[in-house]
């Protein structure tokens, strides 16, 4: 592999970890669609550049399923919820920001330490994506864990699900099939919880998902 | 003969960074008064300021200890120490092989220590409140900084300043996202570490805000001159520093010929003017944060430092 080619692949990336941390960092609901915006685009970006070198053009595909849905029609989709929501724009986080950062330093630096210990003898580039992939995969999951909003829960997912894609375009030989069928299903996923959240709102009058916890007690009693 | 003329060189640099230095600081000003459509004060303002404080009498608090006064001059000598061991338009000088950068941050970290006591010496609540915070914000900067130090040590294979501009210079540096995180976190620790904008406004006096103008409000006279030039020439310091390891460019290495040198000044005094202006820009640009919002910036600038440490491994092993 030379210099700049996977010098580019190792920026596009990490730059999507990087992404991620800032995700985990933002503190306003807007705020934090935008960064997801900006994380789908780096992943179209990334996609790209895989699908150039691989010389595989079924990834552009991909790429452009990426920045269609994810960087353009979620965003706008969940900027117009949030506004047909009313609802708080300050996301409410479990912990502390900074304790969260630290827990996802963590999880960098063990995605890092056991895909690189997995993977020996794998095509660096490839072994290279899988450790960042997974980095951004756990980063979504602690987004999902830290976050009470509702609305934040869904980017996270979102965010989680960039980390598969990306994943998927460093091995080489993945069918455009199931690619498609991953990304659909997401949309799917995507329609479901909007409705949820819907629903969830119009039962409680608030996003967040506190509320479920104290109904769960209620019913109990 | 080659001792004289890297001793010249040398002595060149030294007397260069102090004499830039309220010119930067001028120039900063300048440009974001412009930015604010007002016209704001001449760019050699920094100077005048500078000469009518060495005419005025000192007033000494008369509880002052000998420490408050010895502390400018202290604070002074460190930073300029420092600044001079930075590659500013010439790698290889001959200071630049007495100490790293790790002994660049000790340096500021004495400074910083002596200001704080000087701070607390008087006994006013500003100069302790001032001192508390400069503090706090510097727990959490130092270690960004060291964090930002090893990515590079590990990178370049070294902590001298000189062989990482040589290393970032050649095509093994490559593009990588360690380094692009290390600038990030290193602009961050840098503004934390001046008192500009986000963190600190270096032109207010009120009490809520300041940090670094709390501590010196006893000073008067010639030793608020000298501290005013090393904060001056801190700031210079770090747009030095980035400007060597970033932006590597037409440094002259050592024995090269003047129109080499020259070259490198030119380039040297055009980054500091851009580093300036980026720093202007950004200034008006953004508000100034609350005190307790600071730990979280830095926080930030932490976190991205140990990442960069982190992702550096992932491209090592491969």
Redesign the interface.
């Known amino acids: 592999m030379d210099?700049?080619v996977f010098?580019?692949a190792?920026?596009l990336?990490?730059?999507l970890?990087?992404v991620s941390?800032m995700m985990l960092?933002q503190d306003r609901l807007y705020a934090l669609l935008n960064v997801f915006a900006l994380h789908s685009l780096i992943l179209t970006l990334s996609v790209a550049w895989q699908a150039f070198i691989q010389d595989a053009p079924h990834l552009y595909v991909t790429a452009a399923i990426a920045l269609v849905f994810k960087a353009i029609v979620i965003p706008v989709v969940l900027h117009r919820m949030i506004r047909q929501l009313g609802i708080h724009r300050e996301i409410e986080t479990v912990v502390g920001?900074?304790p969260t950062?630290?827990a996802?330093?963590g999880l960098?630096?063990l995605a890092?330490v056991v895909m690189?210990r997995v993977t020996p003898e794998a095509d660096?580039l490839a072994?290279?994506d899988l450790?960042?992939a997974l980095s951004v995969l756990l980063l979504g999951l602690l987004i999902m864990v830290t976050r009470r909003n509702a609305v934040s829960q869904v980017v996270g997912f979102m965010s989680l699900e960039n980390g598969l894609v990306l994943a998927a375009t460093g091995a080489k030989g993945m069918p455009l099939v199931v690619e498609i069928s991953v990304a659909f299903s997401i949309l799917i996923a995507f329609i479901v919880i909007g409705v949820f959240l819907f629903r969830i709102r119009e039962r409680f009058d608030t996003v967040d998902v506190r509320a479920l916890d104290d109904f769960k007690g209620r019913r109990r009693k | 003969m080659v001792l004289i003329a890297a001793l010249f060189v040398q002595a060149f640099q030294m007397a260069l960074v102090v004499l830039l230095a309220p010119l930067l600081t001028g120039f900063i000003r300048l440009v974001k008064a412009r930015l604010l459509r007002r016209r704001g004060p001449p760019v050699i303002q920094p100077y005048r300021d500078l000469l009518r404080l060495l005419r005025k009498e000192v007033v000494l608090a008369e509880n002052a200890s000998w420490l408050f006064r010895v502390t400018p001059y202290l604070i002074f000598a460190a930073t300029w120490v420092a600044a001079a061991i930075i590659p500013t338009f010439a790698t290889g000088l001959i200071f630049s092989w007495t100490a790293d950068l790790i002994a660049i941050v000790a340096l500021l970290g004495s400074a910083r220590f002596f200001l704080t006591l000087a701070g607390m010496d008087v006994g006013t609540s500003f100069g302790g409140i001032g001192s508390s915070r400069e503090v706090m914000i510097a727990t959490l900067a130092e270690p960004s900084m060291l964090l930002i130090i090893f990515t590079l040590a590990l990178i370049a294979g070294s902590t001298q300043l000189s062989s990482i501009a040589a290393f970032m210079t050649s095509t093994q540096a490559g593009l990588r996202v360690s380094l692009a995180i290390a600038l990030i976190a290193l602009v961050m620790v840098a503004i934390a570490e001046n008192a500009r904008i986000p963190v600190d406004n270096p032109a207010t006096h009120l009490e809520l805000t300041m940090v670094h103008e709390a501590m010196v409000l006893e000073y008067s006279g010639r030793h608020l001159a000298m501290i005013e030039l090393a904060a001056s020439l801190k700031l210079l310091l770090y747009i030095s520093l980035i400007a060597c390891i970033f932006a590597p460019w037409r440094l002259a290495s050592p024995g090269a010929g003047p129109a080499v040198y020259l070259a490198g000044l030119l380039a040297y005094l055009a980054k500091l003017a851009a580093g300036g202006a980026l720093l202007a820009l950004f200034e008006t640009a953004t508000a100034k944060m609350r005190v307790f919002r600071v730990p979280e910036f830095l926080g930030a600038a932490l976190m991205l430092a140990l990442l960069a440490t982190l992702l550096r491994f992932v491209s090592r092993s491969l």
Do not use: C, K, N, W
Request: aromatic share 8%.
């Open positions: 210099g700049p010098d580019i190792h920026m990336a990490g730059g970890v990087l941390m960092y920001i900074g950062m630290l996802g330093i960098v630096a890092t690189l660096p072994r290279e450790a960042f």
